[in-house]
């Protein structure tokens, strides 16, 4: 889609994304911009190497994230880890859907191991049914491990299904604990548009 | 009386906002519009190419902590013609407790008390995505975008849309959006297929006069002139008298 005609000096086309999905143009985000182009021919092998350095870092991400915050309540903890894990499993591939479509998802002031299994299951339905979700995580004042594990599943599984997670307008409490846990470059937070809202 | 508050921004560096800011303003002044421009940017260039070299003046910078009004912040520099400069305290924006929103918004309150007879309040806006430029995108209602004919330049603009669309989104308000094709070579191939990119994406927001590359733009703000003043006739001064009437009866490409 971003390719130029063969006469053109420019390859890659970076502002394509504009013209994906013009219903949803209200909604867009810098997500897509940043997407790198895939060479000629050559995708498959990109998008494998993009997805195996994702969970590279999504696996020592969690190992940190599991030794840096403990939840305060009791959990129910086979039950959600066998969710979080199997999100990309779950979620069924984007098979012969041809309309561009977007969903979007405000994320609670708290959102807490006790939380989680709604988000998932609302995450799941939004990724089977959307090309793009844009996540608004702009009222976050409070956000656990369990739940930026799960942001960040549903990010690589969108990588693997070439769907768009975006995760917009990010509160301080989001920013501070995705730091922590080196997970903001992988999560695609948007530092230029953090905390405003 | 509502003046028209224009942010001149662009995240990429060396695009030509400062040089833009400086001889559009200068242009419409000459036109008998009553401009200010606000220079946005620590860096101070804005004051500089005005001929304003005392870094120690305050300036928008104190209207915005509250110490100060719009107006008397205002050093007349040309006929018509004001100049709000950074002051040293701007980069201390960046550091106040508040929240972010709070520090977001400071400039659209300070503006918000009144701009005087203003017709146009042109902001200067710095080559970065932080506190400063979510400032000037919550102050103003129109925004300019110089962008260069190269393919960096396009990777910066599409970033850029997608920062001015989640603001949109948020603030729930539409922009008026004019590009400015900026240090244009129009014998080179790479320039036109950008121009041509940008124009299916942009359509009727492409300002219609592409300022040209010329070495009087670059040498004019080491004088302190404008190009009207350093160069009057040229070419360069041709482009911007051409651009503020597009500027101002909205001719596009």
């Known amino acids: 889609m971003a390719e130029q005609d063969e006469s053109s000096m420019i390859g890659y086309d970076p502002l394509a994304w504009l013209h994906d999905s013009p219903e949803a143009e209200n909604t867009k985000s810098t997500a897509v911009p940043e997407s790198r182009p895939a060479p000629a021919g050559a995708g498959g092998v990109d998008e494998e190497g993009d997805a195996s350095e994702c969970e590279d870092i999504a696996a020592r991400a969690v190992e940190a994230a599991q030794n840096v915050v403990e939840p305060d309540v009791p959990v129910e903890w086979d039950e959600t880890e066998a969710d979080l894990t199997d999100l990309a499993l779950q979620s069924a591939p984007d098979q012969g859907q041809s309309a561009e479509s977007s969903g979007h998802i405000a994320l609670e002031p708290v959102q807490s191991i006790q939380t989680v299994g709604e988000l998932h299951r609302r995450l799941l339905d939004m990724l089977d049914s959307c090309n793009k979700i844009d996540i608004d995580a702009s009222a976050v004042s409070q956000i656990d491990t369990a739940t930026l594990q799960l942001l960040l599943v549903l990010k690589l599984t969108a990588v693997k299904q070439q769907k768009e997670v975006s995760i917009d307008f990010p509160s301080e409490k989001f920013m501070e604990a995705a730091d922590l846990l080196g997970l903001s470059e992988m999560l695609s937070v948007d530092r230029a548009v953090a905390g405003f809202f | ?253």
């Open chain 2, 1 to 253: 009386m509502t003046s028209r508050i224009v942010a001149v921004l662009n995240q990429k560096g060396g695009v030509g906002k400062t040089t833009t800011t400086v001889n559009l303003a200068h242009a419409l002044a000459r036109m008998g519009r009553k401009v200010t421009v606000i220079d946005f940017d620590p860096q101070c260039h804005l004051a500089v190419a005005l001929g304003v070299v005392s870094k120690q003046q305050s300036g928008i910078d104190e209207v915005m902590l509250g110490n100060a009004d719009f107006a008397g912040q205002q050093i007349p520099v040309r006929d018509n013609l004001n100049l709000i400069v950074a002051g040293p305290r701007l980069q201390e924006i960046e550091q106040l407790s508040d929240s972010a929103s709070r520090r977001g918004d400071l400039l659209r309150k300070a503006l918000a008390q009144g701009t005087g007879d203003r017709d146009l309040v042109l902001i200067d806006c710095p080559p970065s995505s932080g506190i400063l430029v979510a400032n000037a995108l919550f102050a103003a209602e129109e925004l300019l975008v110089p962008m260069t004919s190269d393919y960096l330049a396009l990777q910066g603009l599409s970033h850029l849309m997608g920062t001015i669309k989640k603001f949109e989104a948020a603030l729930n308000k539409k922009y008026r959006l004019l590009i400015v094709m900026s240090r244009f070579i129009p014998t080179r191939r790479l320039s036109r297929d950008v121009l041509h990119t940008v124009k299916k994406y942009f359509p009727a927001q492409i300002l219609a006069t592409p300022i040209r590359e010329t070495a009087s733009l670059a040498e004019c703000p080491s004088f302190g002139k404008t190009v009207f003043e350093y160069r009057p006739g040229w070419r360069s001064a041709r482009d911007f008298e051409a651009l503020a009437d597009d500027f101002l009866t909205g001719r596009v490409m």
